[in-house]
């Protein structure tokens, strides 16, 4: 077998991958400014006003609050680790994804109540720890916040870069350093207020996409032929590649080990991801007085589906369908850095809808990296502006 067999095969152009990082990018921040520039010139909410920039004159309804949570949650990683979660331990992968995120974000719910009912007038955590902990304390926690920051971001750019990547061949720098140029002129301009309706936005292609995945997989698809047919497709595949831990080697089993440690790795990891994170103090700055708790606990309850029916539908399906002739790698399964980079979402993709999944997954990770890359420069430029009291 030749080394080139494993290559991850590109289904689209170069031309294709510019064309949504740049193209779509700046067709949203066009957007945004002009809805903006409509807010500035009929309303009195002007994103000029630092209350309304940083905090949208903390006013925002719970259906926008709410698909800010979801889309600020909604990592490359949350689309492209939880489909890797199920191809490498099954059905439990996603599950526990899921809850390891939808947890920390119902406790959150309860400290952004207090946050409304306490310290309704900070702008960042940051104004909140040294008020009550003192300058020492705050200072740690101004670390904590830009490396949190920082952190996401960095998984944010290069995991859709190497989606972007393996789907069209565009270079990975270039992805990187386009992918937040958009982002960054309708966040300058509109505040975060724009990141709000953008979120909204956003959270609707997901679903939409979502929806589409999960339909074809589970309904219609040829190559799975419906659930039956990718029943006994993973019951081949724990015949011949068996997952150690699992109940007989299933992937359709919940009596994981490895699936229990992931899960637990999740939760612990995903308080700091929340808690550390100024986008989703700002977002419970940002809401009204009296649907915070609300906002949180519907956020919580819409992400869980977002990372569970993906990774249920498309990792899952990846695995089933490693031996299908159309499968990127085939004759191969997906190496391990192949499988770290989390291409096995787009490999199921490009199988059960050719050159359209390629294009549907990388849109649904673009949306995914540029939502969520807007509610973290907001909460940045908040902490520069607000931290260092």
Not at 72 to 79: D, G
Not at 234 to 262: R, W
Not at 374 to 381: D, N
Request: proline share 4%; hydrophobic share 50%; with cysteine.
């Amino acid at each position: 077998m030749s080394a080139s067999s494993s290559d991850f095969k590109p289904l689209l152009s170069q031309s294709v991958g510019y064309g949504v990082v740049v193209g779509v990018g700046f067709f949203f921040a066009g957007v945004m400014l002009i809805l903006t520039y409509l807010q500035s010139r009929y309303t009195d909410m002007s994103p000029g006003s630092s209350e309304e920039f940083t905090s949208a004159s903390r006013n925002v309804k719970p259906g926008l609050v709410c698909c800010g949570i979801v889309s600020a949650w909604t990592w490359s990683a949350t689309l492209l680790q939880s489909s890797t979660a199920a191809y490498t331990f099954g059905i439990s992968g996603p599950w526990w994804y899921g809850v390891g995120g939808t947890i920390q974000l119902a406790i959150f719910g309860m400290v952004a109540a207090k946050v409304k009912m306490n310290a309704n007038g900070a702008h960042t955590f940051l104004e909140i720890v040294q008020v009550r902990f003192g300058t020492g304390p705050h200072l740690l926690f101004t670390f904590y916040g830009f490396l949190c920051n920082l952190v996401v971001c960095g998984s944010l750019l290069l995991g859709g870069s190497a989606t972007v990547t393996a789907l069209t061949g565009m270079n990975t720098d270039a992805a990187c350093m386009l992918l937040p140029i958009g982002i960054a002129v309708y966040v300058l301009v509109g505040g975060l207020r724009a990141t709000f309706i953008c979120d909204w936005s956003h959270t609707v292609i997901l679903f939409v996409i979502i929806y589409i995945f999960v339909f074809k997989t589970y309904g219609t698809s040829q190559e799975t032929e419906g659930v039956s047919g990718l029943y006994d497709l993973l019951q081949a595949a724990a015949v011949t590649t068996p997952v150690e831990g699992n109940q007989n080697g299933s992937y359709l089993t919940m009596k994981s080990n490895q699936g229990l440690v992931f899960g637990a790795a999740t939760i612990l990891s995903g308080f700091a991801g929340i808690f550390c994170d100024q986008g989703y103090w700002q977002r419970a700055i940002a809401s009204h007085p009296t649907s915070t708790t609300k906002a949180y606990m519907l956020g919580g309850l819409s992400w869980f589906a977002v990372p569970f029916a993906f990774a249920s539908c498309l990792g899952l399906a990846a695995r089933g369908l490693i031996n299908n002739p159309k499968f990127p790698t085939y004759p191969s399964p997906l190496s391990a850095s192949q499988t770290s980079a989390g291409l096995a979402a787009p490999a199921a993709a490009a199988v059960l809808m050719g050159k359209g999944g390629a294009v549907a997954v990388l849109l649904v990770v673009f949306m995914a990296v540029t939502s969520a890359a807007s509610a973290e420069l907001i909460g940045v430029s908040s902490l520069f502006f607000y931290g260092p009291v």
